[in-house]
């Protein structure tokens, strides 16, 4: 019997590995970016609402070059946190104390049981020469800091994260999307 060639996503997907917080293709462009800190304008006065929007058009007007506005899910990990409730409850000798903890462990298993995600917000794009890279992620940054976010560079764990949203449609896995190099 003949040996099948299992048909994978990355025979088709021109990735061929992560590395220094770059996607790497076989073409030899690198897929980089940074990670957006959310922020909830929406409590801001109007002025100030207003003072970020016109921030980010300018901001986005500036943007010379090609890029993505990606929104990925990454799914919630609240074990340790939920194992240090879980101690404050065996500890806790006031009813009252362990009745409030209780409380805090059930919440905490309803965001496990409806599988809660963190939503992450990024810029990304492409190029060749690593140097571009990095000036192109200190010119987001430095635009992203003039509107009042946050942002960093994305790691090679949130390109990974990325990926495997696309690829598995936010589904969680087990094993990894791209193999490192």
Do not use: H
């Not at 076989?26 to 959310?38: C, D, E, F, M």
């Not at 990925?72 to 990990?77: C, I």
């Amino acid at each position: 019997m003949a040996k099948q060639s299992a048909n994978s996503t990355e025979s088709w997907l021109p990735v061929r590995g992560i590395q220094n917080n770059m996607i790497i293709t076989y073409n030899n462009l690198k897929v980089s970016g940074v990670k957006i800190a959310p922020r909830n304008i929406f409590i801001l006065d109007y002025q100030s609402q207003d003072n970020v929007l016109i921030s980010l058009k300018n901001f986005y007007n500036m943007i010379d070059f090609e890029f993505w506005l990606v929104v990925a899910d990454r799914p919630v990990d609240i074990s340790v946190y939920m194992s240090q409730l879980q101690l404050q409850f065996n500890e806790a000798q006031s009813p009252a104390i362990r009745k409030l903890v209780m409380q805090d462990i059930n919440k905490c298993n309803e965001f496990i049981n409806n599988n809660v995600v963190d939503t992450e917000y990024y810029i990304l794009f492409k190029e060749k020469d690593p140097d571009m890279v990095q000036k192109k992620v200190r010119m987001l940054i430095n635009g992203l800091a003039s509107c009042g976010l946050n942002a960093s560079q994305a790691s090679n764990d949130d390109l990974r994260i990325i990926l495997d949203n696309f690829l598995n449609g936010g589904k969680t896995t087990e094993f990894r999307t791209v193999m490192p190099l």
